[in-house]
T-cell receptor, first 112, second 110 residues
Framework: DAGVIQSPRHEVTEMGQEVTLRCKPISGHDYLFWYRQTMMRGLELLIY????????DSGMPEDRFSAKMPNASFSTLKIQPSEPRDSAVYFC??????????FGEGSRLTVL | RKEVEQDPGPFNVPEGATVAFNCTYSNSASQSFFWYRQDCRKEPKLLMS???SGNEDGRFTAQLNRASQYISLLIRDSKLSDSATYLC???????????FGKGTKLSVKP
């Protein structure tokens, strides 16, 4: 199994630009999560989906953030417009039936 | 009170030492508990699941105290390769409610 696949691995952009992060979960996993990690705040849960339906988006910081899951094998997290304080590592994870979270390698975002 | 609290450390210990981390959680509905390990600049990976009062896996022992709402992780005979950040994750009332603590950093020195 290829595991959870995220892209891009690194992105550097300027303030005000749109950022789109992508995730392909492990096949057969019904839950998909988006987390953000910074030194100050640790690993924060942004949103999670069950069977492609957003269940809890209370962690999404602002309206500038949006996430979609159009099908079971693809999800996006979009930031528009981006700001320097959005700089972080964004992780996507999917949940096995046994309750284990499998993380992607993360997308490291730097907003200048 | 924060949902999940951990001592950030760092814990600096010599090889062979025994070290213990605690984690407290606020959601009394939590039924399942997990410890994840995260190496520097890597993604978190599952270390242990804790479903009852506790369990043991080699040098690692996890214990759960529901009354006091804390879980602990004990590492015996620590190795250099144990150096990492250890993240506590209680699962809240729903399966998707997986809130991570900020983690405890462990550094094992020769």
């Amino acid at each position: 199994d290829a595991g959870v696949i995220q892209s891009p691995r690194h992105e550097v952009t300027e303030m005000g630009q749109e950022v789109t992060l992508r995730c392909k979960p492990i096949s057969g996993h019904d839950y998909l999560f988006w987390y953000r990690q910074t030194m100050m705040r640790g690993l924060e849960l942004l949103i999670y989906f069950n069977n492609n339906v957003p269940i809890d988006d209370s962690g999404m910081p602002e309206d500038r953030f949006s996430a979609k899951m159009p099908n079971a094998s693809f999800s996006t997290l979009k930031i528009q417009p981006s700001e320097p304080r959005d700089s972080a590592v964004y992780f996507c994870a999917s949940l096995s039936l046994g309750g284990e979270l499998f993380f992607g390698e993360g997308s490291r975002l730097t907003v200048l | 009170r924060k949902e999940v609290e951990q001592d950030p450390g760092p814990f600096n210990v010599p090889e062979g030492a025994t070290v213990a981390f605690n984690c407290t959680y606020s959601n009394s509905a939590s039924q399942s508990f997990f410890w994840y390990r995260q190496d520097c600049r890597k993604e978190p990976k599952l270390l242990m699941s804790v479903y009852s009062s506790g369990n043991e896996d080699g040098r690692f022992t996890a214990q759960l105290n529901r009354a006091s709402q804390y879980i602990s992780l004990l590492i015996r005979d620590s190795k250099l390769s144990d150096s990492a950040t250890y993240l506590c994750v209680p699962q809240g009332g729903s399966q998707g409610n997986l809130i991570f603590g900020k983690g405890t950093k462990l550094s094992v020195k020769p």
